[in-house]
Nanobody
Framework: QVQLVESGGGLVQAGGSLRLSCAAS????????MGWYRQTPGKERELVAA???????NYVDSVKGRFTISRDNAKNTLYLQMNSLKPEDTAMYYC?????????????????WGKGTLVTVSS
């Protein structure tokens, strides 16, 4: 029902900034919360930041004060502004969309994932 495509990853020096984008298409009216996750080899995927349709946000402690998640519902796009990047932020970053079940709208609850965008922070 939903397709997600991330962009904006790349190589940056410690202390630098990047902005990730996630373009959603398909049944975007069914999307409730969205979030950014990251994963490195040998580690479980962790939630970095999440945002509701209404704009409420939540962050993992390690990125508070440095990262900002936002969304443009009209453009069906999710963003993650990353400032003061650290080498430990290096990971594959994935966009996630949580769909709700609303039968009258043809919405069926399910999680969707993008293929990821790689962020590498050098020291």
């Amino acid at each position: 029902q939903v397709q997600l495509v991330e962009s904006g990853g790349g190589l940056v020096q410690a202390g630098g900034s990047l902005r990730l984008s996630c373009a959603a298409s398909g049944a975007t009216a069914c999307i409730s919360a969205m979030g950014w996750y990251r994963q490195t080899p040998g580690k479980e995927r962790e939630l970095v930041a999440a945002i509701t349709r209404g704009g409420s946000t939540n962050y993992v402690d390690s990125v508070k004060g440095r990262f900002t998640i936002s969304r443009d519902n009209a453009k069906n796009t999710l963003y993650l502004q990353m400032n003061s990047l650290k080498p430990e932020d290096t990971a594959m970053y994935y966009c996630n969309a949580d769909l709700v079940t609303i039968l009258t709208m043809g919405c069926y609850g399910m999680d969707y994932w993008g293929k990821g965008t790689l962020v590498t922070v050098s020291s």
